[in-house]
């Protein structure tokens, strides 16, 4: 299934994608959770119930509503740096013996179409193409071998960063060079496992203003999915709606020559096969 999470007069609302339409799964069937993250945790059976629901005639047309992040107020946005073997190559660096773990805040989230603001703070804010994978179940400890029964589904992701800050302030802001508000857009849609099939294979590009970037494919991971999943989970409790972006392929701008950074009026778009487009304009802060 196909689920975006869309703003609606009574607030945010779950809808199913059905033919080029959206389907509100709460009008179709009011027992169903009104979050995207409460119908993940829910289990299995309200799943199907909400897949039922997806084959209602009422439908939305989607150029009349306004997209929210599927996740809107994830509890967790995780990060991981440096997991194409092509871009650890780019960055002239060697592939990292475990995964290198990094955080943004839940303000840095974003939806499809939303505006990235450059902040008058940064002169080097950068794109970085990305899956994104939602935790649909509770785990702790979590084996290798059962981390993909946690996934709830896949997006697409924009881990926007500020490189002057990230590499260049005293200690090297990385935290914060990464968090700026609005700095995570994912979506459009968050599209289930089974519609994805395997997260190690799967085609990623970024392009802006149209012009092609980025174009790797996740069968260049240092870390899979699963290998993610485990290493976190050993340190905090994944909770449905976490959000864990995966890191990027090479083509990223500080590393091209002359350096490429976003600017004013820039249109930034990330596709990854099987889950779709990620558009997000981009402006000049305004105070």
């Known amino acids: 299934m196909r689920f975006v999470t869309y703003h609606a007069k009574v607030g945010p609302r779950v809808a199913a994608i059905r033919d080029g339409s959206y389907i509100d799964l709460q009008a179709a069937d009011p027992t169903l959770p009104w979050s995207l993250m409460e119908l993940l945790a829910s289990g299995e059976e309200m799943l199907h119930r909400a897949r039922l629901a997806s084959e209602s005639e009422e439908r939305i047309d989607p150029s009349t509503v306004r997209l ?37 805040f839940p303000t840095a989230v974003a939806a499809h179409e ?11 804010v950068d794109y970085e193409a990305e899956l994104v994978v939602v935790i649909g179940r509770r785990g702790h400890h979590i084996p290798e071998s059962e981390a993909l029964a946690h996934v709830g589904g896949y997006t697409v992701g924009n881990d926007v960063s500020a490189r002057d800050w990230q590499a260049t302030k005293p200690g090297k802001q990385w935290l914060l060079g990464k968090t700026f508000d609005g700095f995570a857009p994912f979506g459009p849609a968050l599209v289930t496992p089974d519609e994805v099939g395997d997260s190690s294979k799967l085609r990623v590009q970024f ?14 991971f240092i870390f899979t999915v699963p290998q993610i999943i485990a290493y976190v989970s050993r340190v905090c409790t994944l909770m449905p709606g976490d959000v864990i972006f995966t890191g990027t392929p090479p083509g990223v701008g500080f590393a091209r020559k002359p350096p490429v950074f976003m600017r004013p009026g820039d249109v930034a778009e990330v596709e990854i096969e099987h889950l779709g487009v990620l558009r997000n304009p981009v402006i000049a802060e305004t105070r």
């Open 68 to 104: 929210l992040a599927p996740i809107p107020h994830p509890q967790k946005v995780i990060c991981i740096g440096l997991n194409y073997a092509d871009h650890a190559r780019e960055s002239g660096m060697e592939p990292p013996p475990e995964p290198v773990v990094f955080n943004k």
């Open 114 to 124: 939303d505006a990235i603001v450059l902040p008058a703070e940064s002169v080097e």
């Open 207 to 220: 392009r802006l203003n149209g012009k092609t970037l980025q174009d790797s494919n996740t069968a260049q």
